[in-house]
T-cell receptor, first 114, second 111 residues
């Protein structure tokens, strides 16, 4: 079956530095991608999404890059803060009106070092 | 506007017992979902409901049943709990082809 994977399970970054979290996907039919942040004991929280007709999208301190050629997705967090410590998940979906189902990766734990 | 709410927050069951996890959303979303999350793993879809009156199986539906009671509420039932169903259960809702909003989760332990 199709799967979404991550290159690194853990990442430690000095406070104030930029962080990059990577994600590989295998379903070439996927056309919608999301990054979620999950803090300990809480449900996933939406960060940013991108559709397959784009290769870059920016939010507040976050940027998502999509490389469809190599089926790669990345999340860049600028000027990391202690509150950015969490597990980050990428997810993919195939457009299917009314029946969108997300496939999640296993997650990357980001730790911000003070 | 509470978003997605789930009850209970914690539950301990004995093998063979049954229970229903409740989920409600106040965002007028058409689609609702149930996921389970096991340690070191991502979320896996159990069941989903694209709209009121419809439900479909996800990746791991065995041992579970669901009911889309109305547009707001989507419940997950374990008829005969097994230790393999020990997990954190998340409910989510979305409007078609958009981000899913998640509830705080129910932590279930089956002894």
């Amino acid at each position: 079956g199709e799967s979404v994977g991550l290159h690194l399970p853990t990442l430690s970054v000095q406070e104030g530095d930029n962080s990059i979290i990577n994600c590989a996907y295998s379903n070439s039919a996927s056309d919608y991608f999301i990054w979620y942040k999950q803090e300990s004991g809480k449900g996933p929280q939406f960060i940013i999404d991108i559709r397959s007709n784009m290769d870059k999208r920016q939010g507040q301190r976050v940027t998502v890059l999509l490389n469809k050629t190599v089926k790669h997705l990345s999340l860049q967090i600028a000027a990391t803060q202690p509150g950015d410590s969490a597990v980050y998940f990428c997810a993919e979906a195939v457009r299917n009106f009314g029946n969108e189902k997300l496939t999640f990766g296993t997650g990357t734990r980001l730790t911000i070092i003070p | 506007n509470a978003g997605v709410t789930q009850t209970p927050k914690f539950q301990v069951l004995k093998t063979g017992q049954s229970m229903t996890l409740q989920c409600a959303q106040d965002m007028n979303h058409n689609s609702m979902y149930w996921y389970r999350q096991d340690p070191g793993m991502g979320l896996r879809l159990i069941y989903y409901s694209a709209s009121e009156g419809t439900t479909d199986k996800g990746e791991v539906p065995n041992g579970y049943n669901v009911s889309r009671l109305n547009k707001r509420e989507f419940s997950l039932r374990l008829e005969s709990a097994a230790p393999s169903q020990t997990s954190v259960y998340f409910c989510a809702s979305s409007e078609f082809y958009n981000e899913q909003f998640f509830g705080p989760g129910t932590r279930l332990t089956v002894l």
